[in-house]
Each structure stands twice: as structure tokens, then as C-alpha cells.
């Protein structure tokens, strides 16, 4: 699904959670338009950067509700977020099939030189309470925001055979960094 209707708000509603933006990536270079800006946010009291895309919602995807995708990691990763952004995203319009939560998208190899993470897992937010991935609001969302969280081999297998919201259960219980691709295996 995708539509060409603007997002009154959505740029508010995503500095209130993010803070401001920092940085744009125009979806036009001299290789032609990729068809979504990349956005940079980082609050300065955060030691977490954010990555948002920008007009994938606009593309003539399948997906339940027009989305747009988000990854958020430490500061000093903010260019592994970019790139996990920009290539789910290049991919979902390649393929023209949006992202459920819950969806993997994994690799044979480390996505990371020497870390353990391997995937991807869309899900809600695991910085923000539920009302910052459907806007305006959960009561009439017009668009998804969906986090990007990277994973490793053995958490893939445990949703293959438990489930995502199980894994980020133990997120939970574990108190894992989700924001540190360094971080091993909470399971």
C-alpha cells in the first residue's frame, strides 16, 4: 500500500521521541533517487542516534498500513544504523513487499565485522512506549514506524521456534543493550 498523502506532524512527532534532526541523506545523488531521504536524529542528552527513512512510504509497496523504518543505536554506530536502514529499505523496494513485526531478515555472515549479529527483526520500538509507531495515533494510524533491531544467529533461532515478542521478553528480563551491536547473545 502506499500513498502520496503528506504526514502533518510526523517530523514533530518524531523529534518529540528523538530529538532534533541532525542530518539529511537526499534520496537523490548522482547515481539517480533511491526514493527515501535518510534522517538523523540524535537528542543531546542521548547517547543513542536514530535513522528514519523518509518516502518509503510514498513507494508502491505491499505492506498492511504505508510505513516508514527506524534503527536507533549507540551514537558511535550511527553508520551501521544508516547502512541496515538504507539496505532493508533498498530491499523492501526492490522487492516491493513492505515489513510485518516480527520479520527477519538475516545473513549468512556477520552484518558487522566481528560482531555476532547476523539479522534484523521488525518490531515495535524497544526505546518508546506504543504510541510511537503508529501515527498520529493508535485510535487512526495512517502510517507504521518500524524499528529495525539487530540480532544475532542464536536469538533467529529462538524466534523461529519461541517468537519475537518471547525474544524481546528476555531482552527485557536480560536488560540487553539493543543499542550495542557489540553485545553477544542473550540467548
Known amino acids: 500500500m502506499s500513498t502520496s498523502q503528506p504526514s502533518p506532524g510526523l517530523l514533530e512527532h518524531l523529534e518529540q521521541r528523538l530529538g532534533p534532526v541532525r542530518q539529511v541523506e537526499s534520496a537523490k545523488s548522482d547515481r539517480g533517487n533511491r526514493g527515501y531521504d ?3 536524529y540524535r537528542a543531546e542528552e542521548s547517547s543513542v542516534s536514530t535513522v528514519v527513512t523518509n518516502g518509503l512510504r510514498f513507494q508502491p509497496i505491499t505492506s498492511m498500513m504505508p510505513e516508514e523504518l527506524v534503527c536507533s543505536l549507540r551514537s ?3 553508520h551501521i544504523a544508516h547502512y541496515l536502514v538504507d539496505s532493508i529499505a533498498s530491499m523492501i523496494i526492490r522487492n516491493r513487499t513492505g515489513m510485518e513485526y516480527g520479520s527477519v531478515f538475516q545473513n549468512d555472515q556477520p552484518i558487522v565485522e566481528g560482531t555476532e549479529i547476523t539479522a534484523v ?9 506504543e504510541a510511537f509507531n503508529l501515527f498520529p495515533n493508535d485510535q487512526a494510524p495512517t502510517l507504521q514506524l518500524i524499528s529495525l533491531v539487530p ?12 517468537g519475537a515478542d518471547t525474544l524481546f521478553e528476555v531482552f527485557h528480563l536480560n536488560r540487553t543493550d539493543l543499542f550495542d551491536v557489540r553485545r ?4
Request: aromatic share 10%.
Open 38 to 40: 535518510l534522517a538523523f
Open 76 to 78: 558511535d554506530q550511527q
Open 121 to 129: 527483526i521488525a518490531h515495535t520500538s524497544p526505546l518508546f512506549d
Open 151 to 162: 540480532i544475532t544467529n542464536a536469538e533467529v533461532e529462538f524466534v523461529e521456534n519461541e
Open 184 to 187: 553477544g547473545s542473550a540467548v
